[in-house]
């Protein structure tokens, strides 16, 4: 066979980069996806766990808070219990009520509200033009820097050599040009004055105008009190009923899926739902594990691949190998094709998350049976050895097969196949 | 703001005008004042020390030396013009101030 010559060898390595970069923009894709994809699986998983709780605790009516608690052995949502936190609450919220509408500040609310914003309004008038000119003042170069010294005092100790004097006299000059007559002053000693009685009064009136935003401030804090209590009042049947369902939700999610299954499976509705909720949960964390394997991983490998094309490259295309010949096995071997392998990853990846997502038969899950969600959302066709829990199940229950044969045949005739449409093209 | 070199060259040629023959750099050793003068007319006994902390010369001249050179300066023997570091933003600010320093130091040697 002929040897491949360095140039030959350039392209093929050129080659397997153009192709390893579109592997890579195609997992960032597929990423992205995932992300939105989560997202979406994410509220549907809300929507089961408030189907479920809403099934559990349908209302406030003591049968139904008795019974939830009945079924799933929790005290806290017995109808005494509930009732008895939401009279305390009730009592709670009506003493807030109470308390705020015996203040004074309330009672005269308005008439409070009315004479602090005008006292504010007063205020605001004779503070701003002193704020306007303290700003001007100190906006004006040096000027704060001169005032600091005590230009113009007797206290003021820069020496007559120093640069500094000379700077103070130039800007103390300028400012007094500027600012001094509209001031009514005529030299910097009387500005400086007039400045620090602006400064001082101003400082006073800003302290007034704070006392007086904070009245006004805890007055609008007062009256909100009281419309926050009148309004958890209204709602408190809304409320009672989702801290209820929320005390239910904390209790079944600390549960193992098992557990969970025994404490509802008596009860058809019961089993429907809380199937929904383990069957939507286990078809997030499967979207994560193809994600991991046939995502995450694969770019990882890609990264690596592309670092040690591009080392390879740069040493082709050293001078001193212009002209050399390399091995045609060696050459091919390096750097061949992989989209075949790109491409059959990516369709195992898209197929079977299809068919994740397009699984909704929750109810075909047996809880205690051999079949796993993931047999069920891929229809046993897709191996899902790379998931801990799918190889320690599958090594455990040689038969697992057989169970899904039954249980593929059963939904035949029952004429569903569990999922919303026939997407699985080619999953081997 | 001018840096040390700019404000050297500034000052070495406003005393030019006013007819003073400033040496750059002179080592200037008198009584307990040891420092490197950045410019110094030894026959006029006039100079200028420009303080920043770019050429480290702020440890030049120590609060002793200043208060030496003060009273020194308060009986006429000498005259530097002392540029307190970083303040002067422009080569014309410089200039009139060094100018109003040297009409001072003729007023204190009684020039007409």
């Not at chain 1, 005494?80 to 009279?87: G, I, L, M, S, T």
């Not at chain 1, 009592?91 to 309330?106: H, K, M, T, Y």
């Not at chain 2, 050793?29 to 040891?34: D, K």
Request: hydrophobic share 40%; with cysteine.
């Amino acid at each position: 066979m002929s040897q491949v010559s360095n140039q030959r060898a350039i392209q093929l390595a050129e080659q397997q980069l153009g192709e390893l970069a579109e592997e890579k923009r195609r997992l960032a894709a597929a990423e992205a996806e995932h992300a939105d994809q989560q997202r979406a699986v994410a509220g549907e998983l809300e929507e089961a766990w408030h189907h479920l709780v809403s099934v559990l605790v349908p209302s406030l009516e003591a049968a139904a808070l008795d019974g939830a608690a009945g079924v799933l052995h929790l005290p806290g949502v017995r109808s005494v219990e509930v009732e008895a936190r939401a009279r305390a609450e009730k009592q709670r919220l009506e003493a807030q009520v109470a308390g705020v509408e015996a203040d004074p500040r309330f009672a005269q609310r308005d008439v409070k509200r009315a004479e602090l914003d005008l006292r504010l309004r007063e205020l605001e008038d004779y503070a701003q033009p002193l704020r306007d000119g303290v700003r001007e003042l100190e906006a004006e170069p040096v000027f704060t820097e001169l005032v600091e010294s005590g230009y113009g005092t007797p206290g003021y100790a820069v020496r007559w050599y120093m640069a500094s004097y000379y700077r103070h006299w130039k800007y103390g000059d300028q400012v007094v040009d500027k600012q001094a007559s509209r001031r009514g002053v005529v030299d910097f000693p009387a500005l400086r004055r007039a400045y620090l009685e602006e400064r001082d009064t101003l400082a006073g009136m800003e302290q007034s105008l704070d006392v007086l935003r904070q009245e006004r401030g805890s007055l609008e804090a007062l009256v909100r009190a009281r419309e926050d209590a009148l309004a958890g009042l209204a709602n408190q049947p809304q409320r009672t009923l989702a801290h209820a369902r929320e005390r239910v939700r904390a209790h079944l999610s600390a549960l193992e899926a098992a557990d969970q299954a025994a404490l509802l499976s008596h009860h058809p509705a019961y089993s429907v739902a809380v199937k929904r909720v383990q069957g939507v949960a286990a078809k997030q964390s499967h979207l994560e594990d193809i994600h991991q394997e046939w995502v995450v991983k694969p770019r990882e490998q890609v990264q690596q691949v592309v670092q040690k094309t591009q080392r390879e490259l740069s040493k082709l295309r050293r001078p001193k190998n212009a002209g050399r010949r390399w091995d045609p096995g060696e050459v091919s071997q390096r750097f061949r094709s992989r989209q075949p392998q790109f491409d059959k990853r990516h369709r195992r990846y898209q197929d079977t998350r299809a068919r994740i997502l397009a699984f909704n038969n929750y109810d075909r899950y047996e809880p205690l049976g051999h079949l796993l969600w993931w047999d069920l959302m891929t229809d046993g066709r897709v191996d899902g050895d790379f998931i801990p829990e799918v190889r320690h199940h599958h090594a455990h229950n040689p038969g697992w097969r057989d169970h899904f044969h039954h249980d593929r045949a059963v939904a035949a005739l029952a004429g569903d196949d569990g999922h919303s449409g026939d997407v699985l093209t080619d999953a081997s | 703001m001018l840096t040390e070199s700019q404000g050297c060259q500034v000052l070495q040629r406003v005393f030019a005008e006013r007819g003073y023959h400033v040496q750059a750099d002179v080592p200037f050793r008198e009584g307990g004042v040891s420092f490197d003068a950045d410019g110094w007319d030894p026959v006029a006994r006039v100079g200028f020390e420009y303080l920043t902390s770019e050429a480290g010369d702020r440890e030049d001249l120590d609060a002793a030396e200043m208060a030496e050179l003060d009273a020194r300066m308060g009986r006429g023997e000498l005259f530097f013009f002392i540029m307190d570091g970083g303040l002067v933003s422009t080569a014309e600010d410089l200039a009139w101030a060094a100018h109003h320093f040297l009409d001072e130091v003729a007023r204190r040697r009684g020039a007409p």
